[in-house]
């Protein structure tokens, strides 16, 4: 009988070492990789509103009755003719504290309406 027991441990010590290899040849988990990415790609935002200000590095832009301050910087992307008064959407990531636009969208100016022409009573 102490034989067998004998013989029984080794068989399973025999049969663990293996299966002790194989788990540590295993690939690590693929949501550890998205992780990764997504700390490495700051997120991107988007607002609408009108320009207050804009100039060379800055754009002020009235969001909601609020004034948001974005950075304008060589790479940001200026689509239409942004100006003062004018509608626009503003993509945007978070730096710190700090708003900075990498792409401008002035809207189109609408066509003024055509004023109704008066009724007669």
């Known amino acids: 009988m102490k034989k067998m027991l004998q013989a029984a441990a080794v068989a399973a010590a025999v049969l663990a070492v293996p299966a002790m290899s194989f788990a540590a040849q295993?690939?690590?988990?693929?949501?550890?990789?998205?992780a990764t990415k997504?700390?490495?790609?700051p997120a991107t935002h988007s607002a609408k509103?009108?320009?207050?200000?804009?100039?060379?590095t800055s754009l002020v832009v009235t969001e909601k009755g609020k004034d948001v301050s974005?950075?304008?910087?060589?790479?940001?992307k200026k689509e239409g003719d942004?100006?003062?008064?004018?509608n626009v959407t503003v993509?945007?990531?978070t730096e710190g504290t700090q708003h900075v636009a990498t792409d401008v969208k002035a809207a189109a100016p609408k066509a003024a309406k055509a004023a109704k022409?008066?009724?007669?009573?």
């Open 91 to 93: 993509m945007y990531k």
């Open 49 to 56: 509103g009108v320009v207050k200000s804009m100039d060379a």
């Open 26 to 34: 295993t690939k690590p988990a693929p949501a550890a990789k998205t």
């Open 117 to 121: 022409p008066a009724t007669k009573k």
């Open 38 to 41: 997504k700390a490495e790609t």
């Open 70 to 76: 974005y950075v304008l910087d060589a790479s940001t």
């Open 82 to 86: 942004p100006a003062v008064g004018s």
